[in-house]
Nanobody, 114 residues
Framework: QVQLVQSGGGLVQAGGSLNLSCTAS????????MGWYRQVGDKEREAVAR???????DYSESVEGRFTIAKDSAKSTQYLLMTNLKPEDTAIYYC????????WGQGTQVTVSS
């Protein structure tokens, strides 16, 4: 099993930047895929950025060029580096990992004011 603990997020003005962190513990050697989703209210969670264990990445069209997914294997931590934030980026952000099951972080609020 993998456990995930998130940090970061908060309130920022449009055009600003925020970084999110997600530290994994447990059976991290089995992680095949990791990344970030976000959710607004009761809407379905939206994939934001994903990274395979081999380092391949993909991003949603809405964040391409503004967000970067990164990882520090020595710290068992993945990051979401968010720049040029827009009010429509306001959401709860969840990190995840996939082994044979999907594990979610606890979520962190990102609010972008106009």
């Amino acid at each position: 099993q993998v456990q995930l603990v998130q940090s970061g997020g908060g309130l920022v003005q449009a055009g600003g930047s925020l970084n999110l962190s997600c530290t994994a513990s447990g059976s991290i050697s089995n992680i095949q895929l990791m990344g970030w989703y976000r959710q607004v209210g009761d809407k379905e969670r939206e994939a934001v950025a994903r990274q395979t264990s081999r380092g391949m990445t993909d991003y949603s069209e809405s964040v391409e060029g503004r967000f970067t997914i990164a990882k520090d294997s020595a710290k068992s931590t993945q990051y979401l580096l968010m720049t040029n934030l827009k009010p429509e980026d306001t959401a709860i952000y969840y990190c995840f990992t996939f082994t044979d099951i999907t594990t979610w972080g606890q979520g962190t609020q990102v609010t972008v004011s106009s």
